[in-house]
């Protein structure tokens, strides 16, 4: 690994409102177990922010063992852009375009990825069939603040799951909007797996995808990537991992260091993430 990629220390910030396990009714669960170490199954784990990928900042700069080693569950990107990532049980996949998923090499690198370790701490189930924007709206307003990080994750069988992944790309890098247009969609009958992603506030953005961000993998390992849309049925169980802690590594050479990340670059996010 060539450190001087790497910040020598990671940004963590934690937030302290959920230092007592109780805020507005929002419980941890006591009984999870113990990580390697303390408290680390508690922190969001991100490297690089989203509107840095947004402007092109694709060079892979922390290596999957590395991803492992910080969480087993979670979402990302790889070098160039090259697929999307899915963290599932501790196994990290790629989702290329060619509609294939799939295992990470502990060699391969990510620009862009958010992971923690997995503990239920809560569930809601669905009241009725949904899209996602339909599942975002009402699910956000489940949940017992807006203003904390969750790790989401639903299995069953989805009668539709739209899905997309982009192709590798080439230097000098496009914009990630830029990108997308070449984007390979599919869409899925029937499928059976688990959406895995996260919520996360209002103020994260910038830096990450703030409401929800969720991709999907199938149980057979055979499909999978971005979720654009997802038809979930009522009663389908959604399972929160409260996540109090964030974590970040920045690169500290290359594209980053001259990108302007003073735009507002929200609503070219929110024309991608359709």
Do not use: C, W
């Amino acid at each position: 690994m060539d450190t001087k990629f790497f910040l020598g220390i990671v940004l963590a910030i934690v937030v302290v409102f959920a230092g007592a396990a109780v805020y507005s009714g929002l419980t941890k669960n006591q009984t999870a177990v113990a990580a390697p170490a303390a408290g680390d199954r508690d922190v969001l784990y991100q490297v690089s922010t989203i509107d840095a990928l947004m402007q092109g900042v694709f060079d892979g700069i922390r290596p999957v063992k590395e991803i492992r080693r910080q969480g087993d569950f979670g979402i990302g990107t790889f070098d160039a852009l090259d697929g999307e990532m899915i963290v599932l049980d501790g196994v990290v996949y790629q989702a290329k375009a060619d509609g294939r998923i799939y295992p990470a090499d502990d060699r391969m690198t990510t620009p862009f990825a958010t992971v923690t370790f997995f503990d239920q701490d809560r569930t809601e189930v669905t009241e009725q069939p949904m899209n996602l924007s339909e599942f975002s709206s009402a699910m956000e307003r489940r949940l017992p603040t807006g203003n904390m990080i969750y790790a989401v994750r639903m299995h069953g069988t989805f009668p539709s799951v739209k899905v997309r992944a982009i192709p590798a790309q080439h230097k000098p890098f496009p914009t990630l909007a830029e990108a997308s247009k070449n984007q390979s969609v599919y869409t899925y009958t029937n499928s059976t797996g688990t959406v895995v992603g996260f919520f996360t506030p209002v103020f994260f953005r910038g830096v990450n995808v703030a409401g929800y961000h969720l991709h999907f993998i199938s149980d057979d390992k055979k499909t999978g990537g971005h979720i654009l849309d997802i038809t979930i049925p009522a009663h389908t169980t959604v399972v929160y991992d409260i996540t109090p802690g964030f974590a970040m590594a920045l690169p500290t050479s290359g594209d980053f260091t001259g990108v302007d990340l003073s735009k507002d670059l929200t609503g070219d996010l929110a024309q991608i993430e359709k």
